[in-house]
């Protein structure tokens, strides 16, 4: 999802947000899956970002499916599970062989579950914040975040039988050219290093996880912890960034993004939730400090945001 800034005294209306969905896929080393894109993309080049896309009305039904299909395609990781005892998850070969038909359009990712009697794993996925591009942005997305655990109550991700993990594969630079799992505070580490680049969704929802995921292994608490996010108000935010105005005398080349709840946006006095955010070439983030002051699992205002998600 883009958060570059283009002069606001454009002339024309805002292009309306496409609908897409990105995926968070956390395996049980509390580690997060992340995907480079590539560096020629016409967009988000070279940006680390979860897996995610455009929704494809089709190939699929659901935002859901979307995230599904689109992590299949970017990492090789299936989340589905065999829909009978008779049936197995395919092996590598035939995996990496129908992500590509499903990106390369030759088969839907519909067809290839059906295919091998497989069923989508959707029920496991968890809704963990809706984020809509700004509108001074040339391209714009309403993009729906859902989270998701690796192992699960299926075989998602993971071969039949041993449930030996299925490593994350790039999809040969088509759309990424990496794919990895990493834990939330070393990919912060590393984009307060300048050794990769996020945009503020990313940024945002890894924070958030930074502050969970904290054991060397996956916890029942932790995952309680998540799952309380995304039943709660937390889960349903939808987050409209603007840009607050500042003092053109201001020094400071940084950009402060204003999220729903803040001071400036129906929260009470004092209540900070904002980003600063300084931007390089092409609109691409080279720093963002998150200023959030209020407790996520308890102090949420409902009335500052639009449960309602829409465009």
Known sequence: MSMSLTPSNQASAPPTPRPSASLVIINERNEVLMVQRNPQASSFAGVTVFPGGNFDKKQESSLKMTAIREAFEESGLLIARPSDNLSRIPSDDVLDEARFAVHGQKTTFQQFINEYNLVAD????????????????PRRFHTQFYVTFLPGTSASGFMAGSKQERLPKPDG??????????????ALAEFNARKITFMPPQFYILYTLSNILRSSTNTFEERVAVQRLSSGYFGRMVFNPRRLAQPQSSPDASTVLTYEGDETRGGFPGRLHRAVVKMGKGGITTAITLHRNFDIFTEIEPHVFDVSSKL
Do not use: H, M, N, Y
Not at 173 to 186: K, N
């Open 122 to 137: 959707a029920e496991s996925l968890l809704p963990f914040t809706t984020w809509i591009t700004p509108k001074e942005a």
């Open 173 to 186: 630079g088509q759309e990424v050219i990496a794919a990895r799992f990493i834990r939330p505070d070393e």
